[in-house]
Nanobody, 115 residues
Framework: QVQLVESGGGLVQPGGSLRLSCAASGFIFSIYVMGWYRQAPGEQRELVASVTSGGSTNYAESVKGRFTISRDNAKSTVYLQMNSLKPEDTAVYYC?????????WGQGTQVTVSS
C-alpha cells in the first residue's frame, strides 16, 4: 500500500533552516508528481511546492527564493529545503502524491519558527 512518511520538522529560530524528508513506498515513485503542502492553525491547507517526474518545480509565491524542493528517485524520497524561515512558515507540513484516481498524503510534520 502507498505510504508517505515525513520527517525533519522541529523548532527553529527565525532565519534558520530545516530540511524535510518524505520517504515513499508502495508505488513506482519516479513516475508521480510529488509535493509539499502546509496547514497553519485555523487556515486552509496550501500548496508549498511540487516537483514533476521530470524534475520541473513549482513554488508558492510566499516561499520562492527560500525553499527548494527536490527528489531522489533512487531513494523514493522527496525533500524540502527551507531556508530563511519566518514565523509565518509555522505549520504542519504534509507530503502529497498526486494520482489519476486519488491523491495520497503523509501524516504531517510540525515546523515551528519562533525565537
Amino acid at each position: 500500500q502507498v505510504q508517505l512518511v515525513e520527517s525533519g520538522g522541529g523548532l527553529v529560530q527565525p532565519g534558520g533552516s530545516l530540511r524535510l524528508s518524505c520517504a515513499a513506498s508502495g508505488f513506482i515513485f519516479s513516475i508521480y508528481v510529488m509535493g509539499w503542502y502546509r496547514q497553519a492553525p485555523g487556515e486552509q491547507r496550501e500548496l508549498v511546492a511540487s516537483v514533476t517526474s521530470g524534475g520541473s518545480t513549482n513554488y508558492a509565491e510566499s516561499v520562492k527564493g527560500r525553499f527548494t524542493i527536490s527528489r531522489d528517485n533512487a531513494k523514493s524520497t522527496v525533500y524540502l529545503q527551507m531556508n530563511s524561515l519566518k514565523p509565518e512558515d509555522t505549520a504542519v507540513y504534509y507530503c502529497k502524491r498526486w494520482g489519476s484516481t486519488r491523491d495520497y498524503w503523509g501524516q504531517g510534520t510540525q515546523v515551528t519558527v519562533s525565537s
